[in-house]
């Protein structure tokens, strides 16, 4: 009769541990949805690079327009890449881009602003040298 038990429980046991372990894959592999903003960006300095400009901006390689927002769904534990690329338009451009990964656990349930320097260099002429500086700003949201 002891020898039954034994049996039982060590069935129960792998039963019970296939269970929470099973519970934990799964809820470790949670996709969520968050919703990125391209808030703005925002010429902060320009020391005579240039006064025609292009800019783009991307969440996890998606285009986004400025005041316009994308979803994105990332597993937990996961990263939110962000893009910003400006470039000063003429014969020879001059550009600058910057990324930035955000991780998901660093979001806050209100929300998270995020925001990127690209930093733009002249590469040509008396004022060669020189930079422009863009501020690109992102509001990051999980979905409700």
Same mark, same amino acid.
């Given at each position: 009769?002891?020898?039954?038990?034994?049996?039982?429980?060590?069935?129960?046991?792998?039963?019970?541990?296939?269970?929470?372990?099973?519970?934990?894959?799964?809820?470790?592999?949670?996709?969520?949805?968050?919703? *990125?903003?391209?808030?703005?960006?925002?010429?902060?300095?320009?020391?005579?690079?240039?006064?025609?400009?292009?800019?783009?901006?991307?969440?996890?390689?998606?285009?986004?327009?400025?005041?316009?927002? *994308?979803?994105?769904?990332?597993?937990?534990?996961?990263?939110?890449?962000?893009?910003?690329?400006?470039?000063?338009?003429?014969?020879?451009?001059?550009?600058?881009?910057?990324?930035?990964?955000?991780?998901?656990?660093?979001?806050?349930?209100?929300?998270?602003?995020?925001?990127?320097?690209?930093?733009?260099?002249?590469?040509?002429?008396?004022?060669?040298?020189?930079?422009?500086?863009?501020?690109?700003?992102?509001?990051?949201?999980?979905?409700?």
């Amino acid at each position: 009769m002891n020898r039954i038990w034994t049996k039982a429980s060590a069935i129960l046991l792998v039963v019970v541990s296939l269970i929470f372990n099973g519970t934990y894959a799964l809820a470790a592999s949670a996709t969520s949805t968050y919703i *990125v903003t391209f808030q703005q960006a925002t010429l902060v300095s320009n020391d005579h690079v240039g006064n025609d400009w292009a800019i783009a901006a991307h969440a996890a390689g998606q285009s986004i327009s400025e005041g316009s927002s *994308v979803k994105v769904k990332v597993k937990s534990g996961g990263n939110i890449k962000l893009y910003a690329y400006a470039e000063e338009q003429d014969k020879i451009p001059d550009e600058g881009d910057a990324t930035k990964n955000v991780k998901v656990s660093s979001i806050s349930t209100k929300g998270s602003t995020v925001k990127l320097t690209v930093t733009v260099t002249e590469n040509r002429g008396r004022y060669s040298g020189h930079q422009a500086v863009w501020e690109f700003t992102y509001k990051i949201k999980k979905q409700s």
